[in-house]
Nanobody, 124 residues
Framework: QEQLVESGGGVVQPGGSLRLSCAVS????????IGWFRQAPGKEREGVAY????????LYSDSVKGRFTISRDSSKNAVYLEMNDLLPEDTAVYYC?????????????????WGQGTQVTVTS
């Protein structure tokens, strides 16, 4: 059964760092790309980072480019999101999901098997 489980969220001060993990079971990262999305209260879910099934191609939203880095470990069937220089506006629940499509724009309808999410709170 396909399942994605996010972890690594927490409370951090502005300028701090966190590393989120997405553990994938029931399918192989060799066949799917993985996206990280986030949803803040009262806002729509937005894509922040994506890595394709080869690991060679990544996408980032403008709001996180240069601060966040997505990576994957095929041996562990896991994907990570390294978040640096965190801002209060990065506060949200972060989700990972898989896609079998070639992603040019991260829209939720192209992804499935969503995890339960992990809360990231950036506050002083």
């Amino acid at each position: 059964q396909e399942q994605l489980v996010e972890s690594g969220g927490g409370v951090v001060q502005p300028g701090g760092s966190l590393r989120l993990s997405c553990a994938v079971s029931g399918l192989s990262l060799d066949n799917y790309g993985i996206g990280w999305f986030r949803q803040a209260p009262g806002k729509e879910r937005e894509g922040v980072a994506y890595i394709d099934n080869t690991g060679a191609r990544t996408l980032y939203s403008d709001s996180v480019k240069g601060r966040f880095t997505i990576s994957r470990d095929s041996s562990k069937n896991a994907v990570y999101l390294e978040m640096n220089d965190l801002l209060p506006e990065d506060t949200a629940v972060y989700y990972c999901a898989v896609s079998a499509f070639r992603i040019e724009i991260m829209t939720t309808d192209l992804f499935r098997f969503w995890g339960q999410g992990t809360q990231v709170t950036v506050t002083s």
